[in-house]
């Protein structure tokens, strides 16, 4: 079996790795087929592609989209996009727009908690200034020394009720899945295990999904435990939806599972390898 990873990021969204160095480490770490998947950029796919070729590893064009589905924040991914299809940028363009507004309500919130100059502060964090997320936002204020760790720093003050969360209109879950396909590519539900979902909603959500076009349910990440895992092989298959895999990557420092480092797709469900062109 190759070694493959389908979700990952660089500092074109919140990992701290260029798209080439990101390349590189993967590449070095065996892994035969990546796909870059920066939050609602695709910005850096031309530079990862140029070190991919120089390390003859196949990379695919990813994003991970952010979308609202009934009040809770949900992550599509999307592979083998085509990142100039109109419909996909202007969605993208549309998101990262909310995602600069939204940081000045977070730096408003936390400003009233006592702590001050955190707009600046993440931006000078962000490599890409288009792409301002709560992670930059907890770096600087792991570095004030407002937490330990960027999880601290969550818990903390960037979760549902605390001072620096807001909620967001991210885009709808039918949107995102159609971006995707109309730029040909392949759509995925990021790490399901995170959302704590009832079962009744996680049906709901799946059957949509599925609906809208999409094709994929990350089986294998690193927040599921093994158990996670296998219960969401067995809700591929149910739903019959490719089972995909990916690291989801950010930072050598801060992640629990490295890029190509990954536990094998548990037997059962089909691998989203047999999707791929
Ligand atoms: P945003 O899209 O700006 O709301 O940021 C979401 C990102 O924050 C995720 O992709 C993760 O990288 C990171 N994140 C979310 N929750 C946590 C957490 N509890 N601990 C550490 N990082 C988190
Ligand atoms: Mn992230
Ligand atoms: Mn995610
Ligand atoms: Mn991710």
Redesign the pocket.
């Known amino acids: 079996m190759p070694n493959i990873d389908l979700h990952c990021h660089s500092n074109i969204s919140?990992g701290v790795l260029s798209p080439g160095e990101l390349v590189l480490r993967a590449a070095g770490n065996g892994v035969d087929i990546l796909a870059l998947t920066d939050?609602d950029d695709c910005d850096g796919l031309t530079e990862a592609r140029r070190a991919a070729r120089s390390s003859g590893i196949r990379l695919l064009n990813g994003v991970e989209i952010?979308v609202t589905w009934r009040g809770r924040?949900l992550h599509i991914v999307g592979i083998e996009i085509d990142p100039e299809n109109p419909d996909l940028v202007q969605g993208l363009e549309s998101i990262r727009k909310g995602?600069a507004e939204r940081a000045r309500l977070i730096a408003e919130g936390l400003s009233r908690a006592g702590i001050s100059g955190s707009l600046e502060g993440a931006y000078a964090f962000a490599a890409n200034k288009n792409l301002i997320?709560?992670?930059h936002f907890?770096r600087y204020l792991v570095e004030k020394g407002y937490a330990k760790d960027?999880?601290g720093v969550?818990?903390k003050y960037l979760?549902s009720g605390k001072p620096g969360y807001v909620a967001h209109q991210w885009a709808e879950l039918g949107e995102a899945v159609g971006w995707i396909r109309k730029s040909g590519g392949l759509a995925v539900i990021a790490h399901p295990g995170r959302y704590e979902l009832s079962a009744g909603a996680l049906n709901a959500l799946l059957s949509e999904f599925r609906e809208a076009g999409g094709i994929g349910l990350e089986v294998v990440t690193a927040s599921h435990t093994l158990d996670v895992a296998m219960r969401f092989c067995e809700l591929a298959r149910r739903f019959d939806l490719f089972a995909s895999l990916g690291s989801d990557f950010?930072s050598p420092q801060e992640s629990r599972m490295d890029v190509g480092k990954l536990p094998p797709l548990p037997s059962g469900c089909r691998p989203i390898l047999e999707a791929l062109h």
């Open positions: 919140d939050h952010s924040t995602r997320g709560r992670t907890a960027v999880q969550f818990r979760v950010h």
